[in-house]
């Protein structure tokens, strides 16, 4: 039988009970079609163990295997692709933990299944990294981060833009809240119609899609270097005081 209450502490407190799979599946088939499409994106901003999330990659990488399973590379990078559209916000950071592994059991499953011994180390790893980006320990009413220090929670657009690179953007999720249309206009679209343009706050460099976990590694250690070479006596405290204010 299924679980749908953690605890009465959690239900009183955080009003959380987990939706029902029959459920899941009769809302999802409302949308069906964008279900089944690889690159449509969907937030669930109260995500809980990730039920909603769990059964859209499932129906995401049933369509990729029927595409792409006679090719190895294209299965991984359009399986990348469908787990990159796939964004949740829990204010429960064990949900967010058990959400992010259970997503990923999602993709391992199928992707040893199909390949078997000659699955790689570094796919994985860019869909663990996918996901620690895209499933957020937050709160969806203050639009901040839970952990020790808060910040305005930021989601990351991925999108292939050749045979193997992959573009990340960052957008303020507040932002894209903000704007007076976003319940009418999608908030990215590849039909050609008029739509909110958020800005970026932040625009990387393609990367190969197999690299991302490496990519980020080498430079959150570069970003690390260099803030140690920084000399102190170069810093406003003034200017430091101002910055922290805006932050």
């Known amino acids: 039988m299924e679980?749908?209450?953690?605890?009465?502490?959690?239900?009183?407190?955080?009003?959380?009970?987990?939706?029902?799979?029959?459920?899941?599946?009769?809302?999802?088939d409302l949308v069906k079609q964008e279900t089944e499409r690889i690159d449509s994106r969907f937030l669930e901003p109260a995500c809980g163990t990730g039920n909603f999330l769990a059964e859209i990659l499932e129906r995401k990488l049933a369509v990729v295997e029927k595409r792409y399973k006679q090719s190895q590379f294209d299965y991984e990078r359009f399986?990348?692709?469908?787990?990159?559209?796939?964004?949740?916000?829990?204010?429960?950071?064990?949900?967010?933990?058990?959400?992010?592994q259970r997503l990923f059991g999602i993709f391992e499953l199928n992707y040893l299944r199909l390949f078997k011994d000659h699955t790689k180390d570094n796919c994985r790893e860019s869909v663990r990294y996918i996901l620690e980006c895209n499933i957020v320990h937050g709160d969806a009413l203050t639009l901040m981060t839970q952990d020790n220090t808060p910040k305005p929670i930021v989601f990351s657009e991925w999108s292939l833009i050749s045979n193997a690179m992959l573009k990340r953007r960052d957008f303020s999720f507040s932002e894209l809240l903000e704007h007076e249309s976003y319940k009418e206009?999608?908030?990215w679209s590849d039909m050609g119609e008029e739509v909110f343009i958020p800005t970026p706050v932040k625009d990387y460099p393609p990367v190969n899609f197999l690299k991302l976990n490496a990519e980020a590694k080498e430079v959150e250690a570069s970003s690390s270097s260099l803030a140690k070479d920084q000399p102190q006596d170069d810093v406003d405290p003034i200017d430091v005081e101002s910055k922290e204010k805006h932050c």
Not at 9 to 21: N, S
Request: net charge positive; aromatic share 4%.
């Open 185 to 187: 206009l999608p908030l």
């Open 79 to 100: 399986a990348v692709l469908a787990v990159s559209s796939i964004y949740g916000i829990d204010i429960q950071e064990d949900n967010v933990l058990h959400c992010r």
């Open 3 to 28: 679980q749908q209450v953690v605890s009465k502490h959690r239900v009183a407190k955080y009003g959380e009970v987990l939706t029902g799979k029959r459920e899941v599946n009769a809302m999802l």
